[in-house]
């Protein structure tokens, strides 16, 4: 890999009839122009991520809409290995929830945590369905000041789009976020939309898809802040 460029995995498995996936590559080449950068993407498919060898390349990680993923080990390792090698990572819909979902099982270690989607009568099924769907949906989220995601945005209200059914579980909610893991965001009836990770340069993952306003010409600035912090890392 050349040096110079900033390298980022997409972690997930390529669909090119999904919104988001369309999104992904035209919101990087949007951030790369705007940073004067050379940014270089490459997808790692689930089912293809079976050791940490394949990760150490790259600069940052982005886990992608889309799930379940064909390999939910595959992502989690990913994940995993991005929060624990301090890389930048940034997580959208399925990868917001499997980003609290590695976090719950290696940090607080709840080995029996479950996504409720591939495993519904799980005890402690930790990503249930929302109360209300939000597929093709577009919300208010409320930030906290000084978030990451609010120093992106330059405010801490801002309206994006989903498409999403699963989110965190209320029953393990309190419990979730009693460690290094923190609520940034909120819709206006106080539902989790987004968490960071305290202690790490930039672990940030979001309910909603803010690649999304890259398909109408606007550059999502969680993907600016993501490359930023890879040019930080880096030098």
Request: aromatic residues 8%; hydrophobic residues 40%; proline residues 5%.
């Amino acid at each position: 890999m050349e040096n110079s460029a900033i390298h980022i995995a997409l972690i997930g498995d390529y669909d090119p009839q999904v919104t988001a996936h369309q999104a992904i590559p035209v919101a990087l080449g949007m951030a790369a122009e705007h940073a004067g950068l050379d940014v270089q993407f490459q997808w790692l498919a689930t089912d293809g991520i079976n050791d940490d060898s394949s990760l150490q390349d790259f600069d940052g990680f982005w886990c992608v809409p889309a799930s379940p993923y064909r390999n939910e080990d595959g992502a989690l390792r990913a994940i995993r290995f991005a929060r624990e090698q301090q890389r930048p990572f940034l997580g959208t819909c399925g990868g917001f929830q499997h980003a609290v979902l590695e976090y719950a099982r290696n940090v607080l270690g709840w080995g029996d945590a479950e996504h409720g989607e591939t495993s519904p009568d799980a005890t402690r099924a930790l990503l249930t369905p929302l109360t209300c769907s939000l597929v093709e949906a577009i919300d208010s989220i409320h930030l906290v000041e000084g978030s990451l995601i609010a120093k992106a945005y330059e405010s801490t209200v801002i309206r994006e789009g989903y498409r999403c059914r699963y989110g965190v579980n209320p029953q393990f909610e309190r419990d979730l976020l009693s460690q290094e893991l923190s609520a940034e965001g909120h819709d206006s009836t106080g539902d989790l939309r987004a968490v960071e990770l305290r202690g790490h340069p930039f672990f940030v993952a979001t309910l909603f898809q803010p690649e999304r306003a890259a398909l109408k010409g606007i550059l999502p600035p969680l993907v600016s802040a993501l490359i930023d912090a890879c040019v930080r890392q880096k030098s």
